[in-house]
Nanobody, 122 residues
Framework: QVQLVESGGGLVQAGGSLRLSCAAS????????MGWFRQGPGKEREFVAR????????NYAYAVKGRFTISRDNAKRTVYLQMDSLKPQDTARYYC???????????????WGQGTQVTVSS
């Protein structure tokens, strides 16, 4: 089974940028969809972005489209989330996930990382 470890979170001012990383270990993830989800205070875990390892196709939540960019490095088996123009409402714990089905629902992912905190001050 693949293990996922997120990193890169932190505290930034509104308008700033962060780059999150999700390192995968274990078996190949080339046939899986990798997704980023986030969970803010008192909120449900919500979809942020996803990328298919094999083809590289991407999809974004409307709230982050145009500001966030998901990418992957097959050689490093790492997926990234470049977050620009951050807003206070982006404050959440961000989770990396891997799934065979993928999509925008948490039920499409069977493997999850521990998360990394992103806090955006106003």
């Amino acid at each position: 089974q693949v293990q996922l470890v997120e990193s890169g979170g932190g505290l930034v001012q509104a308008g700033g940028s962060l780059r999150l990383s999700c390192a995968a270990s274990g078996r190949s993830v080339s046939t899986y969809t990798m997704g980023w989800f986030r969970q803010g205070p008192g909120k449900e875990r919500e979809f942020v972005a996803r990328i298919n390892w094999r083809g590289g196709s991407t999809n974004y939540a409307y709230a982050v489209k145009g500001r966030f960019t998901i990418s992957r490095d097959n050689a490093k088996r790492t997926v990234y989330l470049q977050m620009d123009s951050l807003k206070p409402q982006d404050t959440a714990r961000y989770y990396c996930a891997s799934g065979l089905v993928g999509g925008t629902d948490v039920r499409g992912y069977e493997l999850w990382g521990q998360g990394t905190q992103v806090t955006v001050s106003s």
